[in-house]
């Protein structure tokens, strides 16, 4: 497969909601589209179905949510783990991308584009997805799911 032509599915993980962006690498750019609901980070699996019969990626991409120092959070974990059941589940590769302060952009260009600040009426969690799956097109570091945190990022004992 020609990588250029790539397309690819984007998640910005969450407990409760999980922002999602399809992509292409050829153009390097991707579009929010309408968020999944999860329950306690369990996705809604028929969503996420749907949305890989219509949009047919290549890969997966999931943003982790690092601390701000670089040290792994449990959410970063759980990120892990989601991406992980996506490519069991999907047998596509499954890439991991840095996404500190996507959100906190995200909802800058929200505001900017006359949204509320009302987030959970009004959520931002694609957009996000959409600043992650453009950063990751942009990157040349692949980082597959399945790799120890630790080993990426050099720090604490690798989980089992």
Known sequence: MNQNNQTALGFDFGTGRIGVAIGQRLTGTAHPL??????????????LLELMTTWQPQCLVVGLPLNMDGSISEMARRARKFANRLHERYKLPCYLIDERLTTHEAKQIHRAQGGSTHYKKDPVDSIAARLLLEDWFASNHLIPSHTPLETVYGIGTPER
């Open 34 to 47: 309408p968020p999944i609901s999860a329950r306690d980070g369990i996705p809604d699996w028929s969503a």
